[in-house]
């Protein structure tokens, strides 16, 4: 009986060895790992651990998003072959009210958004991270005679370089006061813009609506608007040694009929697709070895005006129908163009996805001016919140200023208000990593003062009745003598 007894009282712990269970968290969805840090100390320290984020990115199972807006609202739908969900998600813009935003690439799970014309932000969707980056003294030389040129007219991307540990966000624009072209590249390790000298295509509005680049193997691609050759269609721009140079497209596209191709990325593979006009088909054009001309595979899709987006655990073909589709919705392709599964019940826009990446608990790298920012901010503005859970103290600094914590949501995230003497009055949600996820402007906020707030569970409960009350309740039924 003891040995039972002892043996029910062992903690996983116990049971397996720390280097074991390590490796079964590395292989947990990503979606899933954040509410285990409240398992335990140990799985809490594991997980935060400095080098989880990068190995669980490399060899968990990728979890590929596609990022949708919605005004100034966004979706993350996410696909398989067996299911798919969506969540709303609220930008991370402090102007408010929030209004439209452009999004102009993504990388290893972060996004890179534009509202104010004046500044980008770098965003984390899984863990709220966010980080907003000055790019004013591009926008001033955007402006030609007074009046500002459209975004799309110049080339971006945002791409991440590992022999430096480093994110980079690349922008190619008009100098209109030079009356030149300008290509700058700002490290988000450093926080400083660089102009670099290398040799630009001409003209750079040949690429007009497909100015966004997409990221694969440590190098940013374009490809122009309009195709007019195969011969060096694709522009790629190297990360590492900042130097440009071209691919071809393969040599069978048909350009008179699919004049308007875009790039994917399928199953880490460079992909070139378009419509073709003569049999109402999609084109899939993948490159299944990186930079040799000879691997371009062809595949069709029998739908029309079919946006890929990404490939299945099965190397099934994922993707969606817009507005000029004979299918509207999510669909999944087989390589032979069978179609697989259609997903109708889901926020599914006119024009095509604005990003498809893959979520990951990954940080910006910060240099030691950033640190020291904080350091000052956490002496000043955060709040400190000190939690005790079955003998664990754990303590959260929350950035804001008098801030009282409310509750928690259903996936263990901090929800409370701003105070009187707080730099931001309202109720917040903050995440365990100290992140802001959301905002309630539109909400009753009455006196700060804390004691006027109770917080408490609706319930349908009764009072408990004590045997006097009970007896009342019997008199007062009873018939009187009277009657």
Known sequence: MEKKMNHKSKSIHDILPIDLIHIILLRVPIRHVARLKCVSKLWCSLISGPDFAGLHFRQSPAATTVFLKNGAMAYLVNLDENDASQKEVSPPFEKKPHSDFEVLGSCRG????????????????????????????????????????????????????????????????????????????????????????????????WFDHNSRGLFLNGAIHWVPYCLKDYTDAILIFDLKERTFSRISAPEQLLISECPFPCLALLGDCLSLYCDNYGSHTTQIWVMKEYKVHSSWTLYQIPCKAFQPLCLSSNGDIIGKGDAFSDKRGYLIYNVRGDLLKHFKNLYCPIRGADAVYTESLLSLPSNIKDKDKKKKRKKNFFYVLKVCKEKLNIAFLIPCKDFQPLCLSGNGDIIGRGCTWSDKVGYFMYNVREDLLNRFENLCHPSPNRKTVTVYTESLLPLPSDVEDKKKEEGGNRPSESE
Do not use: M
């Open 110 to 205: 972060f996004i890179l958004l534009r509202r104010n014309p004046h500044f980008l932000v770098v965003w984390n969707p899984l863990t709220g991270f966010s980080k907003r980056i000055s790019h004013s003294h591009i926008v001033r030389r955007l402006k030609y005679h007074g009046f500002g040129l459209s975004y799309s007219k110049n080339l971006h991307g945002f791409g991440y370089d590992a022999s430096q540990d480093d994110y980079l966000v690349v922008v190619a624009y008009r100098d209109y006061e030079r009356q030149e072209d300008q290509l700058e590249c700002l490290s988000l390790r450093t926080n400083s813009w660089i102009n670099l000298d290398a040799v630009l295509p001409s003209p750079l509005d």
